[in-house]
Nanobody
């Protein structure tokens, strides 16, 4: 599995916005559920949200609902995470990953169902 490549992280003040991107070669994102995850220092990696391969169904963690949105550009084989109204507690390394199962019917929030972890991109939100 070729690791995915995340980009777009940076430092912003609380209330600001960032858009993260996730790209990869060799895997068609439109056939897989794509997930975004994050891991803060000293904490376990957690799911942020996921986009179903049909492009219509989404899942978001309660902590980001209404603030974050996942989208996909199939022509570019790129998935985005738009993050608005950022809070200091959003500070983490953000990762994307693909579902291990092609064409899954639903969306799994279980990290164990995902693969292709890249190096991640750091997001720092200051108060």
């Amino acid at each position: 599995q070729v690791p995915l490549v995340e980009s777009g992280g940076g430092s912003v003040q609380a209330g600001g916005s960032l858009r993260l991107s996730c790209t990869a070669s060799g895997r068609i994102f439109s056939s897989y559920v794509m997930g975004w995850f994050r891991q803060a220092p000293g904490k376990e990696r957690e799911v942020v949200g996921a986009l179903h391969w049909n492009g219509l169904m989404t899942y978001y963690a309660d902590s980001v609902k209404g603030r974050f949105a996942i989208s996909r550009d199939s022509a570019k084989n790129t998935v985005y995470l738009q993050m608005n109204s950022l809070k200091p507690e959003d500070t983490s390394v953000y990762y994307c990953a693909t579902d291990r199962r092609i064409g899954r019917i639903g969306i799994s929030p279980d990290l164990g169902d995902y693969e292709g972890w890249g190096q991640g991109t750091q997001v720092t939100v200051s108060s």
